[in-house]
């Protein structure tokens, strides 16, 4: 069974940042795009970013391109969201997933478990 773990999520005040975290194994890691999702309270999961296999490729959904940067190493099998500028509005639970695809563009296979992220005003 493949398995994605996030960390890094935590509470932080608007204008702060955070750097999530999450690591695969069981994984043919730098085959699969790797991408975030986030969901909050009441609201349906939207994408937020994901990343090719070799990291050449990024895609961000505009709600946070310029603020968060997606990136991967694949000698450590992780890949990372960096969040800055962060917004109350970006208060949600980060979900790491992998597929074959791209992940802006269909449901992922895999998915992480979330990591809490809460920005205050």
């Known amino acids: 069974q493949v398995r994605l773990v996030e960390s890094g999520g935590g509470l932080v005040q608007a204008g702060g940042s955070l750097r999530l975290s999450c690591a695969a194994s069981?994984?043919?890691?730098?085959?699969?795009?790797m991408g975030w999702f986030r969901q909050a309270p009441g609201k349906e999961r939207e994408f937020v970013a994901d990343?090719?296999?070799?990291?050449?490729?990024?895609y961000y959904a505009d709600s946070v391109k310029g603020r968060f940067t997606i990136s991967r190493d694949n000698a450590k099998n992780t890949v990372y969201l960096q969040l800055n500028s962060l917004k109350p509005e970006d208060t949600a639970v980060y979900y790491c997933?992998?597929?074959?695809?791209?992940?802006?563009?269909?449901?992922?296979?895999?998915w992480g478990q979330g990591t809490q992220v809460t920005v205050s005003s």
């Open positions: 997933a992998a597929d074959l695809k791209r992940v802006v563009s269909t449901n992922p296979n895999y």
């Open positions: 069981r994984l043919t890691f730098n085959a699969y795009f």
């Open positions: 990343i090719s296999g070799s990291g050449a490729s990024t």
